[in-house]
């Protein structure tokens, strides 16, 4: 990454506010997208919206790598509510960038998916699964969103032998997650409510459904080892080989929060989304040499004190 010129899309979200202090240190030279101007030290900002092709043509240009983090969209609920817009908005981002990073010579391109592609029957899942079953339900549009931008990736590696990484993160979290409780994912959820002492504590679904949640910074490394060993167009999950159930993760994050009595109440008759969504990590260290090293317990007290830090505080 030395001296190389890098772009990051979404570089002010969740992930992308992790991976650009990143490629800062490994010395590369940044430039980051928003929709809005933004102050970051040593950060070249590139105001743009990437659903219009001219801003994504100011945007790339003298770039050697993309990394494409930026996605439109909100919690589970609203996501289905708003299915239009969140199609729309992502196909037409996705394809602008992309088209704009071909026409202008870029090097290496990474694009981000997501494990929402993947049906809700299999145990573990594997990268090869067939698409023979559409995503699950409760993640559709999004998920369809995400499988064309794969398609996509694919098909300008075949025709115009464009070097586009494809990832697959599981579950993200960490510090700089979105807490805010319209939008937050069940960790961020979670931790908020216990530090507001919320009792009961109510948590939707039965608290059986199995996960692997992945600390942001180790998704972060297997962006960039991705982006260095498999520019193929081939997708790669990075996620966590540690799987917990939901009632288990409750547990720990009352425990990092020094409140391991406070009541908790399953509300079964809430949606919970897949029953199991473990995505196999198999190929991703057999190609590319990563393994997510943070266990998840570790990873929550960093996140509990960085939302006591960064969000009670503020
Ligand atoms: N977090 C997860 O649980 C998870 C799981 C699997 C995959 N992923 C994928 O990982 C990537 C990063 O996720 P994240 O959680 O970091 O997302 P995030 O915090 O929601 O950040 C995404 C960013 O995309 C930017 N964006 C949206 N529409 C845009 C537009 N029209 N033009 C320019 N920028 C636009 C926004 O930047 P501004 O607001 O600054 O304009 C937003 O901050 C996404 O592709 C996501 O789908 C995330």
Redesign the pocket.
């Known amino acids: 990454m030395k001296g190389r010129r890098v772009l990051v899309?979404?570089g002010?979200?969740?992930?992308?506010s992790r991976l650009v202090p990143a490629l800062l240190e490994a010395g590369a030279e940044v430039r980051a997208?928003?929709?809005?101007p933004r102050e970051a030290p040593g950060v070249e900002v590139a105001v743009?919206?990437?659903?219009r092709p001219d801003d994504c043509e100011r945007a790339v240009r003298g770039i050697e790598d993309v990394f494409h983090?930026?996605?439109?969209?909100w919690g589970l609920g609203e996501n289905q509510k708003q299915a239009a817009q969140l199609l729309t908005?992502n196909v037409l981002?996705n394809t602008h960038l992309l088209e704009a990073a071909r026409k202008a010579g870029v090097e290496r391109y990474l694009y981000?998916s997501?494990?929402?592609v993947y049906p809700g029957s299999a145990e573990l899942l594997d990268e090869s699964l067939p698409w023979d079953a559409p995503p699950h339900g409760s993640e559709s549009t999004f998920g369809w969103a995400k499988r064309l931008g794969e398609i996509q990736a694919r098909a300008y590696r075949d025709q115009y032998g464009m070097k586009i990484a494809v990832v697959r993160?599981?579950?993200?979290y960490g510090p700089g997650d979105?807490f805010d409780p319209s939008r937050a994912?069940v960790i961020p959820s979670l931790i908020a409510k216990v530090a507001a002492r919320t009792s009961p504590l109510v948590v939707w679904g039965t608290g059986q459904a199995v996960r692997s949640f992945v600390y942001a910074d180790d998704v972060v490394l297997g962006m960039r080892l991705a982006m260095e060993r498999a520019a193929d167009a081939d997708p790669i999950n990075l996620a966590s080989p540690e799987t917990t159930r939901i009632a288990d993760l409750v547990r720990t994050i009352l425990e990092a929060e020094g409140c391991a009595d406070l009541p908790v109440r399953f509300d079964p008759t809430k949606p919970e989304g897949h029953p199991r969504k473990v995505p196999s990590t198999a190929k991703a260290e057999a190609k590319i040499g990563f393994r997510a090293a943070t266990p998840l317990r570790e990873g929550l007290a960093r996140t509990v004190r960085w939302y006591r830090e960064h969000v009670l505080r503020s």
């Open positions: 899309t979404g002010f979200g969740f992930l992308g997208v928003s929709r809005r743009a919206d990437l659903t983090l930026a996605a439109f969209g908005q981002l981000t997501s494990s929402s993160p599981s579950n993200p979105d994912h």
